[in-house]
């Protein structure tokens, strides 16, 4: 099994930062790609950002420039680094892992439990 565990969110101004992290443990063989996605009340879940094995990165254009995700593959953990933030990046945001266990190999998607960032303006 597979656990992702986040951390960081909180409440902040407009205009301030804030720093998400996600961790995931277990049976972990390797990790093909993580990603952060966030939900505000009555919106679909969508994609904030995500980096492949490879270190390839991806953004949703509403926070290109402001965001920026990186890794540490030792520890098994993403980050999300956020600048700049706007009162419509209010949202319950979530870790997405896509892992290959270690027994049974096999490949799957892993969520946390997510983690609410409020911006007030």
């Known amino acids: 099994q597979v656990q992702v565990v986040e951390s960081g969110g909180g409440l902040v101004q407009a205009g301030g930062s804030l720093r998400l992290s996600c961790a995931a443990s277990g049976r972990i063989s390797s990790i093909n790609a993580m990603g952060w996605y966030r939900q505000a009340p009555g919106e679909q879940r969508e994609l904030v950002a995500s980096i492949s094995s490879g270190g390839s990165t991806n953004y949703a254009d509403s926070v290109k420039g402001r965001f920026t995700i990186s890794t540490n593959n030792a520890k098994n953990t993403v980050y999300l680094q956020m600048n700049s933030l706007k009162p419509e990046d209010t949202a319950v945001y979530y870790c997405?892992?896509?892992?290959?266990?270690?027994?049974?190999?096999?490949?799957?998607?892993?969520w946390g439990q997510g983690t609410q960032v409020t911006v007030s303006s």
């Open positions: 997405k892992v896509i892992v290959t266990s270690t027994y049974p190999r096999v490949t799957d998607a892993y």
